[in-house]
């Protein structure tokens, strides 16, 4: 679907928080791309907290879905997998149905067992004992990615830190060629960017030209892969895999980008939403500063405050009555993990960026139930291990301008923050 361009040369001067509470209820659409690129999300979600938790928006570019926006809701759906399906038969996890040529396979828009099965194949790179044996590497790249900051000039903190060290681990997880590991982020984000003329990528056609190149790409390593002994890597965990090693090619490009996704989005723009809310949280700042343990509890609470990816969609298998409202079968549901960890009444005090909040993995982030984020540990540790480095080694760091997002409502992204670091 191509969004007019229009859209994106709207009235900025809005008042959105009165909009928010003006408009007719029916005709909320939470699902536009430009509330989240001029961050005025919080007033509309907050009014269907409040008057329609269980929201039907009959109209939107998308089609028309219902939205979960409280988080006791979002807990009850995303357990209940035998009425609610991820299945990309069934347009999978976004609200953008795809024809079924472009449908795009992946274990995260599959349902149990079939689900289960493949996420088993790749899951002992995030275990325990691995993670530890990444620690080392994390450290010595984030400290080089530091230490090579430019001093006293400004530059884009997303592009010098965030994706640099996402992209270095993300190469050493499958195995990738390290000189070509910018085109790791470049995959992830056309495979969520929304279609518009001058956006990164215009139609539904150039994506998948650009996922011809990332297959053609990921078959060569396959190939190599599958015919070698088996290797701690994720191709390697693929190719030898009992549920993988029979996929096909597509099957196969939406398992590698789904893995692209889940290890460049949600480390990626917690990695500078933390450095945005310190910056406007300055006696958060101090706090860290003068008691740096607190970075266990501010990695979770940063990835809550900045909720990577701002919802998942399922869809109905059955009419069901959910929340006092029909949804019918075949309809889409919209979970809005975003919405979830802003409620009042499973987070206290929700509104704001509390680093040492007492129960800060309480958030929606990584999803829940089945479907939960298979490296949430991973991102937790690289976020840790950046902010102990930041502590050890840059004295201060300076905001100096406006962040720029993501013209998105699935990854609530920053593509741009001007920073500075004294001299």
């Not at 007019?4 to 040369?9: E, G, I, K, L, Q």
């Not at 530059?155 to 830190?161: A, G, L, Q």
């Amino acid at each position: 679907m191509t969004v007019a361009s229009s859209v994106m040369n709207s009235a900025e001067a809005v008042d959105h928080a009165a909009l928010a509470e003006a408009m007719p209820l029916d005709e909320i659409n939470v699902s536009d791309p430009k509330l989240y690129q001029q961050d005025v999300w919080q007033p509309y979600f907050r009014r269907l907290r409040r008057e329609a938790p269980v929201h039907y928006c009959r109209e939107s570019p998308l089609g028309p879905f219902w939205s979960l926006t409280k988080h006791k809701d979002i807990i009850a759906l995303e357990v209940d997998h035998k009425t609610f399906s991820s299945s990309s038969t069934l347009g999978g996890i976004t609200l953008r149905d795809q024809p079924a040529e472009l449908e795009l396979p992946m274990f995260i828009a599959m349902d149990p067992p079939k689900h289960d099965v493949q996420r088993k194949v790749v899951q002992p790179i995030v275990s325990p004992d691995n993670l530890a044996n990444f620690e080392g590497l994390i450290r010595a790249r984030v400290r080089a990615v530091l230490d090579g900051l430019p001093r006293g000039e400004t530059f884009n903190w997303v592009d010098k830190v965030s994706i640099e060290l996402t992209a270095q681990m993300l190469a050493t997880l499958f195995d990738f060629p390290f000189e070509d590991r910018r085109k790791l982020s470049y995959w992830s984000d056309v495979s969520t960017a929304v279609p518009y003329e001058g956006g990164l990528v215009e139609s539904e056609e150039q994506r998948e030209e650009v996922f011809r190149e990332c297959l053609g790409y990921f078959m060569r390593l396959w190939n190599e892969r599958v015919n070698a002994e088996p290797r701690p890597d994720l191709i390697s965990m693929l190719a030898h895999g009992e549920a993988t090693r029979n996929m096909s090619a597509r099957e196969y490009l939406g398992n590698i980008v789904l893995l692209i996704v889940g290890g460049n989005d949600t480390t990626r723009n917690s990695m500078t939403g933390g450095l945005l809310f310190l910056s406007q949280n300055p006696d958060e700042f101090r706090k860290l500063r003068a008691k740096p343990e607190l970075i266990d509890s501010m990695a979770p609470e940063i990835i809550r405050y900045q909720t990577p990816l701002a919802y998942m969609r399922r869809t109905a298998l059955a009419d069901v009555e959910f929340g006092g409202q029909l949804i019918r079968k075949g309809d889409k549901v919209a979970m809005w993990y975003i919405s979830g960890n802003r409620d009042a009444e499973a987070i206290e005090d929700p509104d704001r960026f509390i680093i040492d909040r007492p129960r800060p993995r309480q958030h929606l982030s990584f999803g829940f139930g089945i479907h939960r984020c298979v490296g949430k540990n991973l991102a937790e540790m690289q976020l840790k291990i950046l902010w102990e480095e930041i502590l050890d080694r840059l004295p201060a760091i300076e905001v100096v301008g406006e962040p720029k997002r993501v013209f998105s409502a699935f990854v609530h992204g920053i593509s741009e923050l001007p920073v500075r670091i004294p001299a």
